[in-house]
């Protein structure tokens, strides 16, 4: 458990990481959906 001072940007790091993440994915899925094969 990080301690009290710190948490909060922890978890927001966290939070904006995961959110890149899916944005990324998203936009790495999207166009490889039309390539054949």
Do not use: H, N
Not at 18 to 28: D, H, K, V
């Amino acid at each position: 458990v990080s301690p009290s001072s710190v948490r909060g940007t922890y978890d927001s790091f966290i939070q904006i990481a995961t959110c890149l993440g899916i944005i990324m994915a998203l936009f790495i899925g999207i166009p490889s959906k039309e390539t054949p094969g």
